[in-house]
Structure formats: structure tokens, C-alpha cells
Nanobody
Framework: QVQLVESGGGLVQPGGSLRLSCVAS????????MYWYRQVPGAEREWVAS????????NYIGPVQGRFIISRDNAVNTAYLQMNNLKPEDTAVYYC???????????WGQGTQVAVSA
């Protein structure tokens, strides 16, 4: 059974930090590029960051560049998103996603809420 389970969301003040985790099971983790997306009510889901399985190469959307860090630990089938200097506009439900490098098949997690507010 394929699962992506996110955790680590919560309420934080502007300027604060959170670390999201995404634990994967039921598939070969190293065959998948890992992504973080986010979505606010009434808007489309937005890609935030991605990381390749072997090279560890990363990419980020512009507004989070220099503040967010995506990483992965292939030994424990887990992806992370370290979010620093959080801003109110980062408030969203954050989703973990896995895309197969060979088939483009995609899995999604259930999401974790991040709220940035004073």
C-alpha cells in the first residue's frame, strides 16, 4: 500500500521556522523525484520545491528561494522541507508528492496545514 504521510505543520509567527516531513512507504523511494506543493483555498495547487533521488539536485519556486530547503534521506524514505523566515503569504496546506522518474506516475500525501500569523 502506497503512502505519503506529512507531518510538522502548525501555527508559527512571522520570521519563525518549521520543518515538514514526508514519510514514504509502499514504493521504491529512489525511483521517485520528491516534491512539495502548497495550496490556499480558492487557488490552484502550487509547486514549491523538488529534489532528485540520486544527485540531490534541487529546484525552488522564486518566493521561497533562500528561505526554504528541500532535502531527502533515502535510507529512511523521507523527504523534508525546512522553512525559515516564514511569511504570512506562506500560509497554506502543504502537500508532499512523489513522481516516478521512469513512468511519471504520481503519488500524493494528505497535506499538512501551515499557518503564519502574529
Amino acid at each position: 500500500q502506497v503512502q505519503l504521510v506529512e507531518s510538522g505543520g502548525g501555527l508559527v509567527q512571522p520570521g519563525g521556522s518549521l520543518r515538514l516531513s514526508c514519510v514514504a512507504s509502499g514504493f521504491t523511494f529512489t525511483h521517485y523525484v520528491m516534491y512539495w506543493y502548497r495550496q490556499v483555498p480558492g487557488a490552484e495547487r502550487e509547486w514549491v520545491a523538488s529534489i532528485e533521488p540520486f544527485t540531490g539536485a534541487t529546484n525552488y519556486i522564486g518566493p521561497v528561494q533562500g528561505r526554504f530547503i528541500i532535502s531527502r534521506d533515502n535510507a529512511v524514505n523521507t523527504a523534508y522541507l525546512q522553512m525559515n523566515n516564514l511569511k504570512p503569504e506562506d500560509t497554506a496546506v502543504y502537500y508532499c508528492s512523489a513522481r516516478n522518474r521512469y513512468t511519471n506516475g504520481r503519488y500524493w500525501g494528505q497535506g499538512t496545514q501551515v499557518a503564519v500569523s502574529a
